[in-house]
């Protein structure tokens, strides 16, 4: 799932300050700590619980039991939260250097106050030995941090653009490969009475992946990096461009009426009902289009997918994708049992790939063989694609450090919208680069 940037209110901190004393654990017990001798308890925190992530949930058991068979010295003591608890106790454990031996962070910007803080330890020996060669490409990438590796990513997701199929053969259209061919869908499905493309920007992040993968196809994967990273202006021409294709989408009713208003959950329910012929979003949407029983059938049967179309005279490779990383385990830089922590994460991040598709409906961020497991078509496409990709740029609000996230969000929004100009877009962009927040 997306990480959604936003400060813990006073009240979260409140009672995760409240909780870190007691370091429960999901069996309502205290921790126990590590014992001397060839005893070792490593102590474990993670964001699935059973109620709303049973797939996860069950693998992370899984493995534990299965780690604790192999290694009978050692028992993993585990406290599960849900995403808003955990982030908001994972800081306040970081503020007092009290972070679980093992647990989950977010790539890039999230990461990097961690770091910086010198809390998580580097975990590069971890990628010279069984897991070597394992990853996807780019995704250890977006843990590295002053050319060190912090955290070993278990989920990876790209954006494509799902279509319902059946809507296309009722208007006679084709997925399209180039964005000419693109707005001939977007005019002709609008001049139909059916909304082209479902999107719920009131969350921000949904506008940002239409942006970004219009600047990667016009200004190329580097110039678009660089600009999110501060390297270059987003005032570069192709940059700016990006802006006005957007706003162009926006005057060719590419999107649902009231988009700026609507959450993406209520976008998703447009697409998932036949009320909008196409849909954004990352692959961790997968189980909706193809295994989840609650969605009929003749839906499912009638999703497909196509990559972001090429531009013209444009820089970027259709094979070019905006994605990324979801999770990623740590190992604390104070962790007692550093050395054992470190062989948990090896262990796991290996069972978890060979796991995680089949049982919860999870891509990994580990290369997957489609020939060895069984998977519908929709996972085994999207897998190939992935293990072709030329490149997997980011999700910007992820890239950037808090402030400079939010400042690209609220443009987003205001592009969206019309409130701003493709150029006004720009400057406010370099302006929070150069203040460096």
Same mark, same amino acid.
């Given at each position: 799932?997306?990480?959604?940037?936003?400060?813990?209110?006073?009240?979260?901190?409140?009672?995760?300050?409240?909780?870190?004393?007691?370091?429960? /654990?999901?069996?309502?017990?205290?921790?126990?700590?590590?014992?001397?001798?060839?005893?070792?308890?490593?102590?474990?925190?993670?964001?699935?619980?059973?109620?709303?992530?049973?797939? +996860?949930?069950?693998?992370?058991?899984?493995?534990?039991?299965?780690? /604790?068979?192999?290694?009978?010295?050692?028992?993993?003591?585990?406290?599960?939260?849900?995403?808003?608890?955990?982030?908001?106790?994972?800081?306040?454990?970081?503020?007092?250097?009290?972070?679980?031996?093992?647990?989950?962070?977010?790539?890039?910007?999230?990461?990097?106050?961690?770091?910086?803080?010198?809390?998580?330890?580097?975990?590069?020996?971890?990628? +010279? %030995?069984?897991?070597?060669?394992?990853?996807?490409?780019?995704?250890?990438?977006?843990?590295?941090?002053?050319?060190?590796?912090?955290?070993? $990513?278990?989920?990876?997701?790209?954006?494509?653009?799902? *279509?319902?199929? =059946?809507?296309?053969?009722?208007? %006679?259209?084709?997925?399209?490969?180039?964005?000419?061919?693109?707005?001939?869908?977007?005019?002709?499905?609008?001049? &139909?009475?059916? =909304?082209?493309? =479902?999107?719920?920007?009131?969350?921000?992040?949904?506008?940002?992946?239409?942006?970004? *993968?219009?600047?990667?196809?016009?200004? %190329? &994967?580097?110039?678009?990096?660089?600009?999110?990273?501060?390297?270059?202006?987003?005032?570069? $021409?192709?940059?700016?461009?990006?802006?006005?294709?957007?706003?162009?989408?926006?005057?060719?009713?590419?999107?649902?009426?009231?988009?700026?208003?609507?959450?993406?959950?209520?976008?998703?329910?447009?697409?998932?009902?036949?009320?909008?012929?196409?849909?954004?979003?990352?692959?961790?949407?997968?189980?909706?289009?193809?295994?989840? +029983?609650?969605?009929? /059938?003749?839906?499912?049967?009638?999703?497909?997918?196509?990559?972001?179309?090429?531009?013209?005279?444009?820089?970027?490779?259709?094979?070019?994708?905006?994605?990324?990383?979801?999770?990623?385990?740590?190992?604390?830089?104070?962790?007692?049992?550093?050395?054992?922590?470190? &062989?948990?994460?090896?262990?796991?991040?290996?069972?978890?790939?060979?796991? &995680?598709?089949?049982?919860?409906?999870?891509?990994?961020?580990?290369?997957?063989?489609?020939?060895?497991?069984?998977?519908?078509?929709?996972?085994?496409?999207?897998?190939?694609?992935?293990?072709?990709?030329?490149?997997?740029?980011?999700?910007?609000?992820? /890239?950037?450090?808090?402030?400079?996230?939010?400042?690209?969000?609220?443009?987003?929004? =205001?592009?969206?919208?019309?409130?701003?100009?493709?150029?006004?877009?720009?400057?406010?962009?370099?302006?929070?680069?150069?203040?460096?927040?």
């Amino acid at each position: 799932m997306r990480l959604k940037k936003g400060a813990v209110s006073a009240l979260a901190i409140v009672l995760a300050l409240l909780t870190a004393g007691c370091r429960t /654990q999901t069996d309502g017990q205290p921790a126990d700590e590590p014992a001397h001798g060839d005893k070792v308890t490593i102590k474990m925190m993670h964001l699935w619980p059973e109620a709303g992530a049973p797939g +996860q949930h069950g693998i992370v058991d899984s493995i534990i039991e299965e780690y /604790q068979t192999a290694h009978p010295g050692v028992t993993v003591k585990l406290e599960v939260l849900d995403n808003e608890q955990y982030k908001a106790k994972i800081r306040v454990l970081s503020a007092v250097n009290e972070l679980p031996d093992v647990g989950l962070t977010w790539a890039a910007g999230y990461l990097q106050p961690f770091v910086e803080g010198g809390l998580f330890t580097p975990l590069d020996d971890l990628l +010279q %030995g069984e897991l070597k060669d394992s990853f996807v490409a780019g995704t250890t990438e977006a843990y590295a941090i002053h050319g060190s590796t912090y955290a070993l $990513p278990l989920e990876f997701n790209i954006a494509p653009i799902y *279509y319902n199929k =059946a809507l296309f053969r009722k208007y %006679g259209l084709e997925a399209p490969a180039t964005y000419a061919e693109f707005r001939n869908v977007v005019e002709k499905l609008a001049a &139909s009475g059916v =909304a082209p493309v =479902a999107l719920g920007n009131q969350d921000r992040w949904t506008g940002s992946m239409w942006y970004m *993968y219009m600047a990667d196809r016009i200004a %190329g &994967s580097q110039a678009l990096s660089d600009a999110i990273g501060g390297r270059i202006s987003f005032a570069d $021409p192709g940059l700016v461009q990006a802006a006005r294709n957007v706003q162009d989408l926006v005057d060719a009713g590419a999107f649902n009426a009231g988009f700026n208003g609507l959450s993406n959950d209520e976008a998703k329910a447009r697409f998932l009902s036949g009320q909008a012929a196409m849909y954004m979003v990352g692959t961790w949407e997968l189980p909706n289009f193809t295994t989840n +029983q609650d969605i009929p /059938q003749d839906f499912r049967d009638n999703v497909g997918f196509f990559k972001f179309p090429t531009v013209e005279g444009g820089k970027g490779n259709i094979d070019g994708w905006v994605g990324g990383p979801g999770v990623g385990l740590f190992v604390a830089e104070n962790s007692d049992v550093k050395e054992e922590a470190k &062989s948990f994460v090896e262990y796991f991040v290996k069972r978890w790939g060979e796991r &995680s598709v089949a049982d919860a409906g999870v891509i990994p961020a580990t290369k997957v063989d489609t020939a060895a497991v069984k998977l519908p078509q929709l996972y085994i496409d999207l897998l190939d694609e992935m293990n072709k990709a030329t490149s997997v740029t980011l999700f910007a609000d992820v /890239q950037m450090k808090p402030g400079a996230a939010e400042t690209h969000l609220n443009q987003i929004q =205001a592009l969206f919208g019309k409130a701003v100009t493709p150029e006004a877009f720009a400057a406010e962009h370099d302006k929070i680069a150069q203040a460096g927040q």
